[in-house]
């Protein structure tokens, strides 16, 4: 618990945006204000961070994060916004930022150093670790179990460097089939073309798969994922205003209303260390 605190720790201080006092005409802030249009892209695949529901609509925990972060760049800018939702999967999200395509990603997105090379991001909004279910039937109980045996990750994703870094920790022979994307892991794991499937731990509760019951998950915590909302790079300006919607939600306790919202329902209570990233996101004005 407190390596993971520290974690937290570190890795917030490299989001938490300087205070400046004008907004340069290259901001994509700038950009909103004078069109009056915010584009925020969404996983359509992300329960339940982000998803579509029976509607078609963005839904989720993230979302309803992001929807109150643009109620509050609206105060801050003196004006009413149109939300452009822009759909995206995992290997285009970064890219639709980083183009100009969307102005913020909301999805379950982990801050990593190599990815800071293309996007920013915003002071962290939930921390996660990597998992991985597997079949009851092949009696496999916790991660060392997977020797010998096949691991579908999505490719490009912090799941798949924490698979292949920790079979190389712990010393243990597996394969990696790397794929697309949760859905194709998933049907390589249920027609037995692999053996485990690893991805962040809500994200495989939330993932649609035919048989649930016929599934279960590893107790291994096979990494820590600190999400954020993904920026353009170099912004401060908008990442400014970001983090000061996301401060006001973290002070006025929306953000404990949002959590209960998505998780009361399977049971899940915010951790002593998800308490800490929303005590450091309380950022005074």
Known sequence: MFRLIAVVLTLLSVTVASAQTQVPSTSRLKTIANTKTI???????????????????????????????????????GA?????????????????VASGKADMECGSSTVTLGRMKEVDFS???FVESTGMVVTRASNIRTFTDMAGKRIAVASGTTNEQAIISQLKQQKIEATVVSVKDGSEAIAMLEDGKADGFASDKLLLVGAHMKNPQALVMLPDDLSVEPY???????????RLAVNTGLAEIYRSGQIVVIFKGW???IGMQMSPVLRIVYGLGSLSD
Not at 44 to 55: G, I, L, Q, Y
Not at 82 to 90: G, S
């Open 228 to 238: 954020a909302v993904t920026l353009p790079r170099g912004d401060w300006a908008l």
């Open 80 to 96: 009413s916004l149109k939300t452009e939702w822009v759909p995206v999967n995992v290997q285009t999200r970064f890219t639709a």
């Open 123 to 125: 002071n962290f909004i």
């Open 263 to 265: 998780f009361d329902r």
């Open 39 to 77: 584009k925020l892209a969404y996983r359509t695949d992300a329960r339940p961070f982000s998803f579509v529901n029976e509607k078609n609509e963005p839904v989720g925990f993230t979302i309803d994060i992001c929807k109150l972060v643009v109620s509050s760049i609206e105060r801050q800018l």
